[in-house]
């Protein structure tokens, strides 16, 4: 008697190539599931809600006076600076949260999925946008209420440039998060990139007023180009040459380190 053999339902094959539609339906997937996240944990948004509140007076009233011979003289030159700032700051939480997630196993899930490897780290970054929105307005909001009168036209496109600016360097921090071992270890890394490249700027003080070497350093630093493109458009209200450069530098950075954090995050998967 010959045995009879039963075959169940074949299991369906995993993907081997997600197609670019599907990898941008996946990553509006996994920025909800941020959004979530942020919505249970408000904590999140303690950074980009106290930080104007702390700096933008801290800074106007303290060295108002010395730099500028008065806060509302100070405020043109501080508050695009402390937009800069907040930038930086606030980006830098899109790699920490990422380091903490793979941590606790949560991107382990993933690896038997047919899923884009660009999502899990697309989502995340595209939800952080809305840290950015809010800590852009909040800096403004202070800002204006110290008695600052950007101009209308300028200060909208500013927003959206400075909002840019986040998102393109969070793909710095995101790279750095797929190869760090900790989030302590990325938190202090990340300090250590932020502190040099804000403070040695022309965020706060007049590149002019520097002495010839550090002026020098200065005036190549990504971050003064930035900081005077935001001047550009909230102080005069004119679209310059640095405001081009502003947007090319991001994008330069989007192209290099986009393809470094899919490649760490294929190693950690």
Not at 127 to 132: F, P, Q, S, T
Not at 199 to 226: D, K, Q, R, T, Y
């Amino acid at each position: 008697m010959s045995a009879v053999t039963t075959t169940g339902p074949a299991a369906p094959a995993l993907k081997s190539h997600v197609s670019v539609l599907e990898t941008i339906r996946q990553s509006w997937l996994m920025a909800g599931r941020a959004l979530q996240k942020m919505r249970r944990n408000p904590e999140q948004f303690f950074d980009v809600l106290i930080q104007p509140l702390l700096f933008t007076p801290m800074f106007g009233y303290i060295f108002g006076g010395a730099i500028a011979g008065g806060t509302s003289k100070y405020l043109p030159l501080l508050v695009p600076g402390l937009l800069a700032q907040t930038a930086l700051t606030t980006c830098m939480g899109t790699g920490v949260t990422l380091r903490e997630d793979m941590e606790k196993g949560v991107f382990d899930r993933f690896r038997s999925l047919p899923m884009s490897r660009v999502a899990p780290l697309a989502g995340p970054a595209l939800a952080d946008v809305v840290r950015y929105v809010v800590a852009t307005v909040m800096t403004l909001a202070v800002g204006i209420a110290m008695g600052y009168r950007p101009d209308p036209f300028g200060l909208v496109l500013a927003t959206l440039l400075i909002v840019f600016t986040a998102w393109s360097l969070a793909w710095v921090f995101t790279a750095l998060a797929t190869v760090m071992k900790s989030a302590q270890g990325l938190q202090g890394v990340s300090m250590m990139i932020m502190f040099p490249l804000t403070f040695l700027s022309n965020a706060f003080v007049p590149a002019s007023s520097l002495p010839g070497w550090l002026e020098a350093f200065v005036n190549v630093n990504p971050v003064s180009h930035v900081v005077t493109a935001l001047r550009d458009l909230m102080n005069e209200g004119q679209v310059t040459g640095q405001v081009g450069w502003a947007v090319l530098a991001c994008l330069a950075v989007v192209a290099i380190f986009m393809p470094l954090a899919v490649k760490g995050y294929r190693r950690q998967v």
